[in-house]
Every structure is written in C-alpha cells, then in structure tokens.
C-alpha cells in the first residue's frame, strides 16, 4: 500500500509539473485574439491585457484544486473508436455510459470542459456581468490553447511511449519562450460557430495528426545535435517544427476570438459598457 501511494505521488508530481503551453505562448493566444475580433466586438479589445495577465489562471489552479488536472487534456488516442473511426463519443454522459465514466475522467475533459467555460461565458454576456467575462474568457482561451497543443491531444503526452521523456516540456516551453518573438499572426476575418461542442472536437481530431510529425522532429534534432538538448537541438527543433507551431498558435487565437463572438451573438448581443475593462486587475 505504501509502495503504491509512493508511486502515485511521483506521478501526480511529474503530470502537475506538464503544463500546457508556457505562460508566454498562453499570453500571446490570449491576447492576440483580440485582432480577429470584428467591429461588432471592438471595445472588448480593451480585454488584451486582462486576457494576457490572467492567461495561465487554469495552470495555477490544479496547484490546490485536484479536480482541475483532467481538464487540460485528453488522451484521445486511448478510445478504440478514436483509433478506427478518428472520433469519440462527443456527449459527456454518451461517452460515460459508453466507455466508462471513471476511464473518460482518468483519460482526461478538455473537450468538455472547453465546452462548459463557453458557456459560461455565454452566462455572464447575459447577466452583464463584464468583469466577470472577461475573466471567463481568459479561461476558455487557456482551455482552447491546450486543445492546440498536440501532447495534450494524446497518451503519450511526454514522450514516455517512444523513449522520448522530456518532450512535452523542450517542445511547448522551452523551445517556445526561445522563438515567441519570431511569432506573428495574420489576421483574418472569423464567423459565428454554429455548432459549438463539434466544432471544438473538430479542432481536436485535427490537432491530433500533428503528433507524429512532432515527434519524429524531435528524434532528428536529438541525433543532430550529438544526442544532447544544447542550443543546436532548439535550433534545429524550431526549424523543423515552426510551421505547424505558428499555425497551431494562431490558430488557438483566432479559435478563441470566434467562440467569444459566438457566445456573445448567443446571448443576445448584448450592449458593452464604455468602462468595460478598466475596472479589472
């Protein structure tokens, strides 16, 4: 019993320390998406900087709330349907009933709780409550970004399946705050989400195939930089992996932007106060 406790101890100890994208790749999803907001939504853009500075929120949370930890990620590739039909059960009490609830909370409830912090958000457009919202969105754009960031989309979210211990953290933090500046988003025009829980398993399942391509960039820049993670293997890991990173990130923004449209055009397009903002710290 005590050797068991000790191992679930190391364990819990290792996954707190996996965090989703850094704190800085975090601050530039959030505050970016700003810039695809349309007119309708211009004076939310005031929302940058609280978007930014309350963008790891959910990361500081599962330091005293241990039901936070599952809601960062999900290990999609464990479901046999996601293996033979690239997709799960998409309902949260369907996939309990279907898989079993204790292996969909152990597998992880990105997708789920992706899906309830907009409606949330939804929650507090309705009630005006602004401050509040801005807050929300700053957690629903933490809950997107993970979604955007492959090692959280699967089981071997460090590597440990392919001898590759330390990826998830070289890849999404190191490798990120080396390159952030080199970072920069274009702007396109976003639309309403028609269907919210779909689209954000949509998003999932696509993210999904970037794993393969991630890892085996990995593996070269190891064997390229002498089998050490000096300067050489970043550089060489950047190269090899800048595309998709940047699409990922700006994808992740512009994510956020349009399910804040949405889930302000669902409740009613309600009027924004001239001091939204100011008032938050």
Same mark, same amino acid.
Request: hydrophobic share 35%.
């Given at each position: 019993?005590?050797?068991?406790?000790?191992?679930?101890? +190391?364990?819990?100890?290792?996954?707190?320390?996996?965090?989703?994208?850094?704190?800085?790749?975090?601050?530039?999803?959030?505050?970016?998406?700003?810039?695809?907001?349309?007119?309708?939504?211009?004076?939310?853009?005031? @929302?940058?900087?609280?978007?930014?500075?309350?963008?790891?929120?959910?990361?500081?949370?599962?330091?005293?709330?241990?039901?936070?930890?599952?809601?960062?990620?999900?290990?999609?590739? +464990?479901?046999?349907?996601?293996?033979?039909?690239?997709?799960?059960?998409?309902?949260?009490?369907?996939?309990?009933?279907?898989?079993?609830?204790?292996?969909?909370?152990?597998?992880?409830?990105?997708?789920?709780?992706?899906?309830?912090?907009?409606?949330?958000?939804?929650?507090?457009?309705?009630?005006?409550? @602004?401050?509040?919202?801005?807050?929300?969105?700053?957690?629903?754009?933490?809950?997107?970004?993970?979604?955007?960031?492959?090692?959280?989309?699967?089981?071997?979210?460090?590597?440990?399946?392919?001898?590759?211990?330390?990826?998830?953290?070289?890849?999404?933090?190191?490798?990120?705050?080396?390159?952030?500046?080199?970072?920069?988003?274009?702007?396109?025009?976003?639309?309403?989400?028609?269907?919210?829980?779909?689209?954000?398993?949509?998003?999932?399942?696509?993210?999904?195939?970037?794993?393969?391509?991630?890892?085996?960039?990995?593996?070269?820049?190891?064997?390229?930089?002498?089998?050490?993670?000096?300067?050489?293997?970043?550089?060489?890991?950047?190269?090899?992996?800048?595309?998709?990173?940047?699409?990922?990130?700006?994808?992740?923004?512009?994510?956020?932007?349009?399910?804040?449209?949405?889930?302000?055009?669902?409740?009613?397009?309600?009027?924004?106060?001239?001091?939204?903002?100011?008032?938050?710290?």
């Amino acid at each position: 019993m005590k050797t068991n406790l000790t191992r679930y101890s +190391i364990l819990f100890v290792v996954l707190i320390s996996l965090s989703s994208w850094g704190e800085k790749a975090h601050r530039k999803i959030n505050s970016s998406c700003v810039e695809f907001f349309p007119k309708e939504l211009q004076q939310l853009k005031v @929302w940058a900087p609280i978007l930014a500075d309350h963008a790891s929120d959910p990361d500081q949370l599962k330091r005293t709330d241990k039901n936070e930890f599952v809601k960062h990620f999900i290990d999609i590739d +464990i479901y046999d349907d996601f293996t033979k039909k690239h997709k799960i059960v998409e309902d949260f009490n369907a996939a309990c009933t279907k898989y079993g609830k204790a292996k969909v909370i152990k597998n992880g409830t990105l997708p789920w709780t992706t899906d309830s912090t907009y409606h949330a958000l939804v929650h507090d457009f309705k009630t005006g409550n @602004w401050d509040h919202a801005a807050l929300t969105a700053a957690n629903l754009g933490h809950y997107v970004g993970d979604g955007f960031m492959p090692l959280h989309i699967t089981a071997n979210y460090n590597g440990q399946l392919t001898s590759q211990n330390g990826i998830h953290r070289r890849y999404e933090e190191t490798m990120i705050d080396r390159y952030i500046d080199k970072v920069q988003f274009k702007i396109s025009k976003i639309h309403k989400v028609n269907k919210v829980q779909p689209f954000i398993f949509n998003y999932l399942y696509v993210n999904n195939s970037y794993i393969g391509l991630l890892l085996q960039a990995d593996q070269q820049a190891y064997e390229q930089a002498g089998r050490q993670y000096k300067d050489s293997y970043y550089e060489s890991l950047w190269g090899k992996t800048s595309l998709f990173t940047i699409k990922l990130l700006r994808e992740s923004s512009k994510t956020l932007a349009e399910l804040i449209y949405t889930a302000w055009i669902e409740a009613g397009r309600p009027k924004m106060p001239e001091s939204q903002g100011k008032s938050i710290k």
